[in-house]
């Protein structure tokens, strides 16, 4: 495992200088600095920070799109302004305010004094950094144009967070609605149910086959509650650990994209992000190839990813984009007519934000159709739940009351 080693020596100009390298012996980093033309004065291993509550990776802030979008943002204000790589880099480092992402500037920033562009730095944090930001910033040091490279990323993830925000902020009230709905039926089987159990008990009367049922939930959550969470939990790892695996994503995206309503969303979000991540990369210089790949790997529905793939190999033969595309019976018809539109005009990055916008704006009306449909659905539910229970220990109640008549 690689080592900090602080490190000052004399450059080439007689300036004492001071950086921190990654390493694993003090016996590399002394080569490096060699290698460089420099004079070593001192070497320092820099003490390994105990593993508080702020450094373990179990509690420890993730790297947010947001947090992403403000990184692009601020480097390329300074790299506009003028300032050098490694000097924006630095105060970066000290500025940042996710502590992850703080972190890992300040090694990018020293592996970039050890002579690495900052493309090939942020190869050594892919789970920082994403491999879209990444291949842009690779191709804007190609071209000399990293700076507006970066001001095109900090527009795309902040738009990128937009949607996000809206798909969260959307699953909010169904979920507290759920939560309820749980709670309340729990409430009723371990707290409500037991005290009707011991009255029915006693008066001897024969009980409804729907009590019975219900007694016999009840006692079993109320007993062996701690084995229901054991099978909940374990149904939720299986489940997420199939749908990481091709083929059960492959279903889970499928899924998805035939729930009425609901698949429409996820088709209007895998279209926004498809047709915006293509725009910004053809913009950047990026060949059709690789940027219509790097596009479909950012809607992250492998239904998509499967269908570009067979597009891919038929863009090499030299085919329309648009036709392709229609064969993949997933965008919808105005994507192929505004991509259609862009190949005859020679404007398709043009075409393709335009449509990325358009998408953006129906998001919202897609989300608020669908809450529409989800919340009267929920609310059913939950009353057709908590009134089986009430009717199921109303009952016998009746039964009782027509015995003592």
Known sequence: ???????KAVDASGRV???????????????MIREKGFTPIRIQAEEQKSKDVGDMSLFQSRVKIKDISVFCKQLYTMLNAGMPLSNALDVLGDQTENKV???TVKEVYSEVQTGLILSQAMKKHKKVFPNLLITMVEAGEMTGNLDNVLAKMSE?????????SKIKGAMVYPAILSVAAVGVVIFLLTFIMPTFTEMFTSSGVELPGPTKLLMSISDALKNYWYIFIAVIG??????????????????YDTLKLRIPVIGTSVTKIAT???TRTLSTLMASGIPIVPAMEAAANVTNNQVVIDGMNKVIEDVKKGLSISFLLKSMHFFPPMVISMVGIGEESGSLEEMLSKTAD?????LDASIQKMLSLLEPMLILFMGVIVGFIVISMMLPIFDLSSTVQ
């Open 1 to 7: 495992m690689a080592t900090s080693f602080k490190y």
């Open 17 to 31: 200088v001071e950086y921190t390298h990654q390493a694993n012996t003090k016996e590399e980093v002394l080569k």
């Open 101 to 103: 992402l703080r972190r």
């Open 156 to 164: 795309h993830y902040e738009k990128e967070n937009k949607i996000n």
């Open 234 to 251: 374990t149904i939720i790892v299986l489940f997420r650990g199939y749908i990481k695996t091709s083929a059960g994503k492959r279903q």
């Open 272 to 274: 926004s992000r498809f």
């Open 358 to 362: 358009y998408y953006d704006e129906e």
